[in-house]
């Protein structure tokens, strides 16, 4: 069933996403499915996946995906956007996600404030270091910066050579440069200098003196991130 739906999607054109052990998007087959062709990662050549190898084993009543993975079917395909469409599109949407907020989550600059107001304000005076869960307390959101601030050019700069009249995108990218910086390679100001960064303790987070200059520091991601939000809609709302 898995292999005949995958089969079908493939010969109408639409892609099936591969998400488990493999993660990526199966775009063709070979001898009537006993091959799959995946591509990963930034790669733009297909792996070729022997069938057999993408599924574990049978469990009951049904076929199991490697490493508890899963296939989506996107459904049928009922346009095509021209690529530059999709591009502006996502670029005029970034401030919307941005400002999302409501009652459990925030994202953006919000996001930012408020990860310095837990850090500030005392989260972490009455935990005890066996309770201190290092990612979830504070690197997963370093890591967050630091991809985000790392990792978005060549999506930047594919968003400005498909519209060129999208002039304001190296303004952006020098926003997140900076919060790069505030990360990582700020001349001993940084996040991972003053202890705030991957390298965190919990000793640094109840320190007072040592979290203010970290939340500081934080805050100014916040900034960067409202000037994106500006430097977006002040170029597009005419």
């Known amino acids: 069933m898995y292999l005949n739906t995958l089969i079908a999607y493939i010969d109408k054109g639409v892609p099936v996403i591969a998400w488990g052990a493999q993660v990526g998007v199966y775009v063709g087959y070979e ?12 790669s733009n050549q297909p792996e070729r996946i022997p069938f057999e190898t993408v599924l574990e084993g049978w469990t009951n009543t049904k076929w199991v995906l490697q490493g508890d993975g899963s296939w989506i079917f ?30 459990k989550c925030c994202f953006g600059a919000e996001a930012f404030r408020a990860w310095a107001r837990d850090i500030e304000n005392g989260k972490f005076d009455g935990m005890s270091v066996e309770d201190f869960d290092t990612w979830t307390c504070h690197t997963n959101y370093i890591c967050v910066l630091a991809t985000n601030g790392s990792c978005c050019y060549g999506y930047l ?3 400005k050579e498909q519209n060129p009249d999208f002039t304001f995108i190296d303004e952006i990218k020098e926003q997140y440069r900076r919060t790069n910086q505030i990360c990582s ?17 919990l000793e640094v987070l109840q320190d007072k003196e040592k979290r203010e200059i970290i939340a500081a520091r934080i805050r100014e991601c916040a900034d960067c991130i409202d000037k994106v939000v500006e430097i977006i809609e002040s170029n597009t709302s005419k």
């Open 31 to 42: 001898d009537y499915g006993k091959v799959l062709l995946l591509i990963t990662g930034n």
């Open 74 to 103: 996107v459904g049928e395909k009922k346009e095509s956007i021209p690529l530059a469409d999709i591009y502006r599109n996502a670029i005029l949407d970034i401030p919307r996600h941005l400002n999302a907020k409501n009652d």
């Open 157 to 159: 700069d594919k968003a």
């Open 185 to 201: 390679g700020d001349n001993g100001n940084d996040l991972e200098a003053l202890g705030g960064g991957f390298n965190v303790t």
